[in-house]
Nanobody, 125 residues
Framework: VQLQASGGGLAQPGGSLTLSCAAS????????MGWYRQAPGSRRELVAF???????NYADSVKGRFTISRGNAKNTVYLQMNSLKPEDTAVYYC????????????????????WGTGTQVTVSS
């Protein structure tokens, strides 16, 4: 399972950015997908999560400003970030929860989770 995230960059305070993530591989199922972030000197924290059923969960610090959604393409997820603040500056990681995929022998393999490489978001004037 590979996760490719994109859309990070530099934004001014009050600005917006949209992150995208696509999971690829011989995936049979994914329980949910989410975004985490890690600022320098801080622990990685949950930003937003969405289940296959569409239920969402947000960190208190981003509620009302960020929106997570699943794309029309299977196993894609977006994070719309509005009203950005300097404290949103971090590396953002895409996560797939409990992915199940077929290995080289066509056997299903279940993972606890899978992570993308991260995309930098910097909010600064």
């Amino acid at each position: 399972v590979q996760l490719q995230a994109s859309g990070g960059g530099l934004a001014q305070p009050g600005g917006s950015l949209t992150l995208s993530c696509a999971a690829s591989g011989r995936i049979l199922s994914i329980s949910g997908m989410g975004w985490y972030r890690q600022a320098p000197g801080s622990r990685r924290e949950l930003v937003a999560f969405i289940t296959t059923g569409g239920s969402t969960n947000y960190a208190d610090s981003v509620k009302g400003r960020f929106t997570i959604s699943r794309g029309n393409a299977k196993n894609t997820v977006y994070l719309q970030m509005n009203s950005l603040k300097p404290e949103d500056t971090a590396v953002y990681y895409c996560n797939a929860d409990q992915p199940v995929y077929l290995d080289y022998s066509d056997s299903p393999v279940a993972l606890r989770d899978a992570w993308g490489t991260g995309t930098q978001v910097t909010v600064s004037s």
